[in-house]
């Protein structure tokens, strides 16, 4: 039986136009989609190769009231939710949805860490998917944290997940920490800048070239926010936003002939923007 203890399982766009996001994820990621809607909630599956890699509902109307704006969050595997929770409250953090069953699914519950960057914590009730290999096509390949104290970030998912230190990199804009599940390596944090508003976490979708892949966002209503960045292994990043205000990122290859600007070349790890 797998374990999924402390890695990312789920991704999941919340928004506040549906058909809108739907098409604009399916032409910039070239994922497929499916219906999966219930009777008491409507609800798009996006698919790669006819596998589930992420989901997509409307952002719901007591998180808009709540100040919600529309954003991905990532779903994090463990063996207790309603232990987890306890551990994220008692441990400073804040919970936006109490552990909630999904019948014959999931128990899954939406929290915050103490500098209030926000994720979901789920437990399968039956054998769900394995986590797909990070450098798959269409799938997420790096989880990036933009918090206010790296260090003290650190202590916390440690606590929560068993994440691990792996490499650390020191750049003038500070220290870019990586760390790992299960003896992979699946992302970083680092303490953000003043200009980043808030802490959150950024999570990067696998495509093909990167340049195409921005253009694609621009065509298609979003913004490139920063990049293409060039990062340690060869590939490239971009930073961005969808129409309706979600950020997210993208990872892929350059033609080393390719027209058009090049950003600067970003520190070790996927950068501190």
């Not at 437990?123 to 997420?140: C, S, T």
């Not at 209503?221 to 990043?237: A, D, H, M, N, T």
């Amino acid at each position: 039986m797998v374990d999924y203890h402390g890695r990312f399982v789920w991704y999941e766009l919340l928004t506040t136009d549906v058909p809108a996001a739907k098409a604009f994820y399916t032409n910039v990621v070239g994922w497929g989609t499916q219906d999966a809607s219930t009777s008491g909630q409507a609800y798009t599956l996006f698919t790669v190769d006819k596998a589930f890699a992420s989901g997509l509902m409307s952002l719901p109307e007591e998180a808009k009231k709540a100040g919600a704006t529309p954003r991905w969050i990532g779903y994090v595997g463990v063996n207790d939710v309603d232990a987890t929770v306890d551990t994220v409250k008692r441990r400073g953090g804040a919970v936006h949805v109490p552990p909630t069953d999904v019948p014959n699914m999931s128990r899954f519950s939406v929290v915050a860490d103490p500098q209030t960057a926000s994720l979901a914590v789920i437990k399968w009730l039956k054998p769900g998917q394995p986590p797909a290999e990070q450098g798959k096509p269409g799938r997420v390949g790096w989880h990036e944290l933009f918090t206010t104290d790296w260090e003290k970030a650190f202590a916390f998912y440690g606590a929560l997940f068993g994440w691990q230190k792996a490499d650390a990199h020191a750049s003038p804009l500070g220290t870019y920490q990586l760390f790992s599940a299960a003896g992979q390596t699946i992302g970083g944090m680092f303490s953000k800048t003043p200009t980043v508003p808030a802490p959150f976490w950024l999570y990067y979708f696998n495509v093909g070239n990167i340049d195409v892949a921005a253009e694609r966002v621009r065509a298609s209503g979003g913004q490139v926010l920063e990049g293409p960045l060039e990062v340690p292994g060869g590939s490239w990043i971009v930073r961005c936003m969808d129409p309706q205000g979600a950020t997210f990122a993208l990872e892929g290859t350059r033609n080393p002939n390719a027209v058009g600007y090049f950003g600067r070349i970003a520190p070790p790890g996927r950068g501190v923007g």
